[in-house]
């Protein structure tokens, strides 16, 4: 069973940046898997963020692209999420997600968007708070 721990949320005023982690375990080395983030903040509803397919390539929302960069160190089962730039709009409860099988980083966007009931595994988030 895929289990995802994320760390490095905080607080932050706007402009500045943080750097999200997302340990997973439980992953064999067989697997293929799509992993993302997406957030949500208060009254509102799921949104993808950024996404990385096993071929390393990637996808972003449109909010995000030029500020948010995710990568990951397959060697150390982490997947990344550095936050630039950062806007109080930004604010929200990030989590990490992963989608097993051939899913591109789009179709795993759309997926944390609207079917994230769909995901493989989900973490429990890390709060992310930027003042103006």
């Known amino acids: 069973q895929v289990q995802l721990v994320e760390s490095g949320g905080g607080s932050v005023q706007a402009g500045g940046s943080l750097r999200l982690s997302c340990a997973a375990s439980?992953?064999?080395?067989?697997?293929?898997?799509?992993m993302g983030w997406f957030r949500q903040a208060p009254g509102k509803e799921h949104e993808g963020v950024a996404a990385?397919?096993?071929?390393?390539?990637?996808s972003y929302t449109d909010s995000v692209k030029g500020r948010f960069t995710i990568s990951q160190d397959s060697a150390k089962k982490t997947l990344y999420l550095q936050m630039n730039s950062l806007k109080p709009e930004d604010t929200a409860m990030y989590y990490c997600?992963?989608?097993?099988?051939?899913?591109?980083?789009?179709?795993?966007?759309?997926?944390?968007?609207?079917?994230?009931?769909?995901?493989?595994?989900r973490g429990q988030g890390t709060l992310v708070t930027v003042s103006s």
């Open positions: 997600a992963a989608v097993t099988g051939y899913v591109t980083a789009i179709q795993a966007l759309g997926i944390m968007t609207r079917a994230p009931h769909a995901l493989s595994a």
């Open positions: 990385i397919d096993s071929d390393g390539i990637t």
């Open positions: 439980g992953l064999t080395g067989s697997q293929t898997v799509t």
